[in-house]
């Protein structure tokens, strides 16, 4: 088994900045890409950012040259550094990871959720 855990979410004022992190633990042998996802009421959850065991990065336009993903392999950790956030960037952020557990197999990881509000 494995979980993860989001930390870091809250309400920041238009243009402020929030750090979100997402540990990883349990049955894990590797890990893959992780990455942040949003999901707003009523839409599809989308991509905010992803990044690789060997660090390579992508964004969503939305949010290119805002945010900054990274991770610590080490700690089993990838966290979203936000800045110059807006009120559209308002929603639930859950971060994913794909595990190799010690039983070999593969599998998607989802984090619980964090919400995120921008509003003045």
């Known amino acids: 088994q494995v979980q993860l855990v989001e930390s870091g979410g809250g309400l920041v004022q238009p243009g402020g900045s929030l750090s979100l992190s997402c540990a990883a633990s349990g049955s894990i042998f590797r890990i893959d890409t992780m990455g942040w996802y949003r999901q707003a009421p009523g839409k599809q959850r989308e991509l905010v950012a992803r990044?690789?065991?060997?660090?390579?990065?992508n964004y969503a336009d939305s949010v290119k040259g805002r945010f900054t993903i990274s991770r610590d392999n080490a700690k089993n950790t990838v966290y979203l550094q936000m800045n110059s956030l807006k009120p559209e960037d308002t929603t639930v952020y859950y971060c994913k990871a794909r595990v190799q557990t010690t039983g070999w197999a593969w599998y998607d990881y989802w984090g619980q959720g964090t919400q995120v509000t921008v509003s003045s």
């Open positions: 990044i690789t065991s060997g660090g390579s990065t």
